[in-house]
């Protein structure tokens, strides 16, 4: 009987296939990065031929998963004389379906890496819900469109292949089985095709875990350089989807766990100098500052993806912010503050409500909304009136139920604006969001009530709609929508400036988080969450502060120009009146904290410390984990696992909670 060596062969060929398509793939990822990747390595075949045996060795995990019930449904067809031509349909089309996700994981991760610098994982989730237009950040980015096509002509061929594999080189169709189902096998034979599936379904097994030893691979397996982009070359992107996804479903990963919970409350109190407020938390603490609140309105911008790498200021060539470094120049700026993550909503949660990143997850989302005191609540309390402007549909990352819940009287978003304005599916570009928001504006200040205006603008975000006036051939989209942002922020500021409330105005500018500008230099580099911040009003002596900040000292900074007494629970400082010792910030699983001289990071997801040496003139040097590093760790773990037992026990407001 041939027909169980044939159908043996058939699913063996499928695999082979699909392990070369998937290294295809990665080759394509690899020349996608290889100018993130220092030449002392590409000038070694070694470290680069190790991430490609890694990649195929996570592949290989991955296939197997695919073909364990193929594997035991053929087998059982060997063992029992069933052979049926739907048999082999159905297997086509399992294995079509289930690769076309690989594919697309695959094609996917390519421009996300580029973006993040991360791969594709579980905050992606973040997004679904936001079906058109996630859709449409995807489509209406011309350069993804290369990554797209290459999806759909990989999943095409291999369902194409997959066809002539099972009708022309196996002929495992109707007629095809008729010939190789005779003679029937005798039970010595039966036995022979057991003993052959059991030893390929242990081996399938065997694939599955990815090795030999008590537990199965994890994504530390691939790191084996000390370059971050030749490691996450080694790991297959959905392999990291799925495990990242069902991580964060375990019970034990819904809560950070960096350290003992009363312990890091402990430190935090020595390093935030603060003994707490029975019924509050144990770090609140009142804030009165000396002589009247002032009563200035306050203009709040977070600017989209505003790195500080794109300014000139920090050393950027191609003059692309003239605006904001001449603003930089006439405010009270800080040369070294960094945003909490690398997400939108964590920079809007952290600059308002002064609580960090807690890595990945997104504290604004939920259906039961948090309650959260900061600067809107603040402000409002003191008789202000709140106001927030976005681009994009007010229901995006739940931004309408959180802010109005926290702060914020009135929401202005995609909803209203006439639908010829919006260019998107991110809503409307800077200048009209600027645009609409001035008369707005206008209206409050006449009404003689100081009001609180957060605007967040959204351009510089693919996809990058630019403008004619803007496109220059000598510059990359992702440039070209950073002059235009800029030059919206120009606009607005002319504006302003001849209206008579802007003399009694506090204007802030900062960005919500960075992004990848250049190469990525270290495991988490600095373009991502170095950001510029500076406030601007008459009256308020210009000055570069070189001190570190952070998007979690923003509001109080503002409430002490203010000279706002309030309540204060939450993590951040007056950088007028105090000093942090080092920046800490985050990206998805990764955690920071950096000073003048050094760079520490650690991996959440697979417990490994990166420590670098810092030096002006050249990149970030890996070296030794030293004292330095233990007390940068000391810093950061204790302010972050202090904040992730606040949220959980819901110690986020200014006012005693009510047991329940």
């Given at each position: 009987?041939?027909?169980?060596?044939?159908?043996?062969?058939?699913?063996?060929?499928?695999?082979?296939?699909?392990?070369?398509?998937?290294?295809?793939?990665?080759?394509?990822?690899?020349?996608?990065?290889?100018?993130?990747?220092?030449?002392?390595?590409?000038?070694?075949?070694?470290?680069?031929?190790?991430?490609?045996?890694?990649?195929?060795?996570?592949?290989?995990?991955?296939?197997?998963?695919?073909?364990?019930?193929?594997?035991?449904?053929?087998?059982?067809?060997?063992?029992?004389?069933?052979?049926?031509?739907?048999?082999?349909?159905?297997?086509?089309?399992?294995?079509?379906?289930?690769?076309?996700?690989?594919?697309?994981?695959?094609?996917?991760?390519?421009?996300?890496?580029?973006?993040?610098?991360?791969?594709?994982?579980?905050?992606?989730?973040?997004?679904?819900?936001?079906?058109?237009?996630?859709?449409?950040?995807?489509?209406?980015?011309?350069?993804?469109?290369?990554?797209?096509?290459?999806?759909?002509?990989?999943?095409?061929?291999?369902?194409?292949?997959?066809?002539?594999?099972?009708?022309?080189?196996?002929?495992?169709?109707?007629?095809?089985?008729?010939?190789?189902?005779?003679?029937?096998?005798?039970?010595?034979?039966?036995?022979?095709?057991?003993?052959?599936?059991?030893?390929?379904?242990?081996?399938?097994?065997?694939?599955?875990?990815?090795?030999?030893?008590?537990?199965?691979?994890?994504?530390?397996?691939?790191?084996?350089?000390?370059?971050?982009?030749?490691?996450?070359?080694?790991?297959?992107?959905?392999?990291?989807?799925?495990?990242?996804?069902?991580?964060?479903?375990?019970?034990?990963?819904?809560?950070l766990h960096l350290m003992d919970a009363q312990q890091a409350i402990a430190r935090s109190q020595q390093l935030l100098g603060r003994t707490g407020i029975t019924g509050i938390s144990p770090i609140a603490?009142?804030?009165?500052?000396?002589?009247?609140?002032?009563?200035?309105?306050?203009?709040?911008?977070?600017?989209?993806?505003?790195?500080?790498?794109?300014?000139?200021?920090?050393?950027?060539?191609?003059?692309?912010?003239?605006?904001?470094?001449?603003?930089?120049?006439?405010?009270?700026?800080?040369?070294?503050?960094?945003?909490?993550?690398?997400?939108?909503?964590?920079?809007?949660?952290?600059?308002?409500?002064?609580?960090?990143?807690?890595?990945?997850?997104?504290?604004?989302?939920?259906?039961?909304?948090?309650?959260?005191?900061?600067?809107?609540?603040?402000?409002?309390?003191?008789?202000?009136?709140?106001?927030?402007?976005?681009?994009?549909?007010?229901?995006?990352?739940?931004?309408?139920?959180?802010?109005?819940?926290?702060?914020?009287?009135?929401?202005?978003?995609?909803?209203?604006?006439?639908?010829?304005?919006?260019?998107?599916?991110?809503?409307?570009?800077?200048?009209?969001?600027?645009?609409?928001?001035?008369?707005?504006?206008?209206?409050?200040?006449?009404?003689?009530?100081?009001?609180?205006?957060?605007?967040?603008?959204?351009?510089?975000?693919?996809?990058?709609?630019?403008?004619?006036?803007?496109?220059?051939?000598?510059?990359?989209?992702?440039?070209?929508?950073?002059?235009?942002?800029?030059?919206?922020?120009?606009?607005?500021?002319?504006?302003?400036?001849?209206?008579?409330?802007?003399?009694?105005?506090?204007?802030?500018?900062?960005?919500?988080?960075?992004?990848?500008?250049?190469?990525?230099?270290?495991?988490?580099?600095?373009?991502?969450?170095?950001?510029?911040?500076?406030?601007?009003?008459?009256?308020?002596?210009?000055?570069?502060?070189?001190?570190?900040?952070?998007?979690?000292?923003?509001?109080?900074?503002?409430?002490?120009?203010?000279?706002?007494?309030?309540?204060?629970?939450?993590?951040?400082?007056?950088?007028?009146?105090?000093?942090?010792?080092?920046?800490?910030?985050?990206?998805?699983?990764?955690?920071?904290?950096?000073?003048?001289?050094?760079?520490?990071?650690?991996?959440?997801?697979?417990t490994q410390e990166y420590c670098y040496q810092l030096d002006k003139e050249t990149s970030p040097r890996q070296v030794p984990f030293t004292p330095c590093f233990k007390q940068l760790k000391q810093y950061?773990?204790?302010?972050?696992?202090?904040?992730?037992?606040?949220?959980?026990?819901?110690?986020?407001?200014?006012?005693?909670?009510?047991?329940?």
């Amino acid at each position: 009987m041939k027909f169980f060596p044939k159908a043996l062969s058939y699913l063996l060929s499928v695999h082979l296939l699909a392990l070369v398509f998937l290294s295809l793939f990665r080759l394509v990822f690899y020349f996608s990065v290889k100018s993130s990747i220092p030449t002392e390595y590409l000038q070694q075949s070694l470290p680069v031929a190790k991430s490609f045996l890694m990649g195929l060795w996570f592949d290989n995990v991955i296939a197997c998963y695919i073909m364990a019930l193929p594997l035991l449904g053929v087998g059982l067809a060997g063992i029992f004389h069933y052979g049926r031509a739907w048999i082999f349909r159905a297997l086509n089309i399992w294995f079509c379906v289930f690769y076309t996700l690989v594919f697309m994981a695959f094609a996917g991760n390519i421009p996300y890496f580029a973006y993040f610098s991360k791969l594709l994982n579980a905050s992606i989730w973040n997004w679904a819900e936001y079906g058109t237009t996630t859709l449409g950040m995807i489509f209406g980015e011309a350069s993804y469109y290369a990554y797209i096509a290459a999806f759909f002509i990989s999943a095409t061929t291999f369902a194409t292949l997959l066809y002539l594999l099972r009708t022309r080189v196996f002929r495992l169709t109707r007629q095809g089985l008729a010939l190789l189902m005779r003679p029937r096998p005798t039970w010595i034979q039966r036995t022979g095709y057991f003993v052959v599936f059991a030893l390929l379904g242990g081996a399938c097994f065997l694939g599955i875990r990815g090795r030999l030893g008590y537990n199965p691979i994890k994504v530390s397996a691939a790191y084996h350089s000390t370059n971050t982009v030749l490691n996450n070359l080694g790991v297959n992107p959905m392999f990291n989807l799925l495990t990242s996804t069902l991580d964060n479903l375990r019970p034990e990963n819904q809560q950070l766990h960096l350290m003992d919970a009363q312990q890091a409350i402990a430190r935090s109190q020595q390093l935030l100098g603060r003994t707490g407020i029975t019924g509050i938390s144990p770090i609140a603490r009142q804030v009165r500052p000396e002589g009247e609140p002032t009563r200035q309105n306050v203009v709040l911008v977070l600017m989209e993806s505003l790195s500080a790498k794109l300014m000139t200021r920090f050393g950027n060539p191609k003059q692309l912010t003239p605006a904001l470094d001449s603003l930089y120049q006439h405010s009270l700026s800080f040369s070294n503050c960094y945003s909490a993550g690398n997400h939108t909503n964590h920079g809007l949660y952290a600059t308002l409500y002064s609580f960090p990143s807690i890595l990945f997850r997104n504290a604004m989302k939920g259906t039961v909304i948090p309650t959260y005191s900061g600067l809107p609540t603040v402000l409002r309390e003191q008789g202000y009136s709140t106001l927030f402007f976005m681009t994009h549909e007010s229901q995006y990352d739940n931004m309408n139920a959180f802010f109005r819940t926290n702060g914020y009287e009135e929401i202005y978003a995609q909803e209203n604006y006439p639908k010829k304005e919006v260019v998107n599916h991110f809503g409307v570009p800077d200048a009209y969001l600027f645009e609409y928001a001035l008369p707005v504006l206008n209206r409050h200040a006449a009404s003689g009530k100081p009001f609180f205006a957060t605007l967040l603008t959204i351009s510089n975000h693919p996809p990058y709609v630019v403008p004619k006036k803007y496109q220059d051939e000598n510059l990359l989209p992702e440039e070209q929508i950073v002059r235009y942002a800029d030059d919206c922020i120009r606009q607005f500021m002319s504006e302003v400036r001849r209206q008579p409330w802007a003399k009694n105005t506090l204007f802030v500018f900062l960005g919500d988080h960075g992004k990848l500008v250049g190469t990525a230099d270290c495991e988490l580099p600095e373009s991502f969450n170095h950001i510029p911040l500076f406030f601007h009003a008459d009256g308020l002596t210009p000055r570069e502060v070189n001190h570190f900040a952070g998007q979690v000292d923003v509001a109080p900074t503002i409430l002490g120009l203010l000279r706002i007494p309030y309540t204060q629970n939450n993590f951040g400082i007056d950088l007028l009146k105090e000093r942090r010792p080092a920046a800490f910030y985050t990206a998805d699983k990764t955690i920071a904290a950096r000073d003048s001289s050094h760079l520490y990071v650690y991996n959440a997801e697979t417990t490994q410390e990166y420590c670098y040496q810092l030096d002006k003139e050249t990149s970030p040097r890996q070296v030794p984990f030293t004292p330095c590093f233990k007390q940068l760790k000391q810093y950061v773990f204790p302010l972050l696992q202090t904040a992730e037992q606040l949220v959980q026990e819901g110690l986020t407001v200014d006012h005693p909670q009510t047991q329940q």
